[in-house]
């Protein structure tokens, strides 16, 4: 359908919001998404404020079988909350987190960011496990499952969810929790944003006591001795703690959090300060809004990125290995290999419970490579590959969708397993039968 159609077609429908083809002067800053690899040009940015215009704008979209892309956060690393021709329909001005103290739970809008709800948080003293980088979109990352700090301790964000109100492709705005709509509210748990548009979300918040963080640097050449020690000590580790590591070409950064009371953390967080030849470390208090921002700036808005996960069960001596002799080749300082701890709360759920999968993981691995020259692209993302593909080699099976650059049936149909992504076929054929919601780790609708 021709673009200047498309859009009178759509301001026609007295949309709240704006509505941007590419003649309008905030076009361009509206179009851009986080991943600049995903540098595409839409027909129509439909501004949303509120459930009136996402409903508006599905109809269209499915009438004219038009292409749709669900923007809230604009953090999809395969570039799926954007397209070339279609629309976007951008959830970001629906941002409200309105907070409960007493009940402790908050109520989200759809277009909210990490960092709306870590801030709404704070006031209350409450938090609900959410993420690392405070500009993530929180539907996005909740659709997919939601790994954070606090995973561990009260499992992932998923786990947190109460009830959410979705918008389905037949314009039906449908209220969904484990007693209303149960399928699909099992299916949102992990399936992505295959089945509608999600323009509230309802989570469990809880106390969060005092955030100390310990974060130190080693030396690339002591990996074997480091990650040796580090996996010892993460075996053992109460549910307070989580911990991380990344690995560069030049450099092992590894971060220790404990929340909850701080009597014992002046105790077990300095012994990940003792794995190696330390060049750097500080252990200190810290406010949980400040530590979601701590890689806000690494993952910035603009760069170029393309990653690819994976789960494990330990971290071995072939796993180390293969991660030192990857890391030598990365193609450019940014590159990493980041490696997350996983288990206590998460393992909690049973793996049937929700469509994530990977609940009996203890850690989640990413080989994400990083760059700013376009012309380096090739490079960087062959070497993205290969690293996955090593990784993976020595891996668990299933995966975790937020996190593959790579979108298709295939991504979908490794991350669920076939009986998972059976359930998930009859869901999306009921509620999306045409597949409008398509621009996803997809999948197929089948009755």
């Known amino acids: 359908m021709e673009a200047a159609l498309l859009i009178r077609e759509l301001e026609k429908t007295r949309i709240d919001g704006a509505v941007l083809g590419s003649g309008h002067g905030d076009y361009d800053d509206h179009r851009k998404v986080w991943n600049a690899i995903a540098d595409r040009r839409p027909a129509a940015i439909v501004r949303a404020q509120n459930v009136r215009d996402v409903t508006k704008t599905i109809a269209i979209a499915a009438k004219r079988e038009v292409l749709l892309a669900v923007r809230s956060g604009g953090h999809s690393l395969p570039g799926l909350s954007t397209c070339d021709n279609g629309i976007v329909l951008d959830l970001s001005a629906m941002n409200e987190v309105v907070v409960d103290p007493i009940a402790r739970t908050a109520e989200v809008g759809g277009g909210a960011l990490l960092q709306h709800l870590d801030a709404a948080g704070s006031h209350a003293r409450l938090a609900t496990p959410a993420g690392l980088v405070s500009h993530t979109g929180v539907a996005g990352l909740t659709l997919g499952g939601g790994m954070g700090w606090l995973s561990r301790r009260f499992g992932l964000t998923i786990d947190n969810l109460l009830a959410a109100d979705i918008v389905t492709a037949d314009g039906q705005l449908i209220h969904t929790s484990a007693d209303t709509e149960p399928d699909l509210f099992w299916g949102i748990r992990g399936g992505g944003g295959n089945f509608g548009v999600v323009t509230k979300f309802r989570f469990r918040m809880h106390s969060l006591g005092q955030v100390v963080v310990g974060i130190w640097e080693y030396p690339t050449s002591d990996c074997q001795v480091a990650l040796r020690g580090y996996q010892e000590l993460a075996r053992n580790a109460p549910r307070e703690l989580t911990t991380s590591f990344t690995l560069t070409s030049s450099s092992i950064v590894v971060t220790a959090v404990w929340s ?40 910035c808005w603009g760069r170029r990125c393309y990653a690819k996960g994976g789960y494990f069960s330990e971290i071995n001596s072939k796993v180390i290995e293969c991660m030192k002799d990857a890391i030598a080749s990365s193609p450019s300082p940014d590159s990493e290999i980041y490696v997350m701890q996983l288990g206590g709360a998460i393992a909690d759920v049973a793996e049937s419970a929700t469509a994530y999968s990977g609940r009996e993981a203890s850690y989640y691995w990413i080989a994400d490579a990083i760059w700013d020259d376009k012309t380096d692209d090739p490079r960087c993302v062959a070497w993205a590959r290969s690293t996955a593909a090593r990784l993976a080699a020595l891996s668990l099976s299933g995966n975790y969708v937020n996190e593959q650059a790579d979108a298709g049936k295939d991504v979908a149909f490794t991350a669920y397993g076939a009986e998972k992504y059976r359930k998930l076929a009859r869901i999306k054929a009921r509620f999306d039968p045409t597949n409008l919601f398509r621009l996803n780790q997809n999948i197929e609708p089948k009755p």
């Open 260 to 299: 909850g009371s701080s009597d014992r953390a002046d105790t077990i967080l300095p012994q990940f300060g003792r794995l190696g030849r330390a060049v750097s470390g500080l252990h200190s208090s810290m406010a949980y809004v400040d530590l979601q921002k701590r890689n806000d700036d690494h993952l």
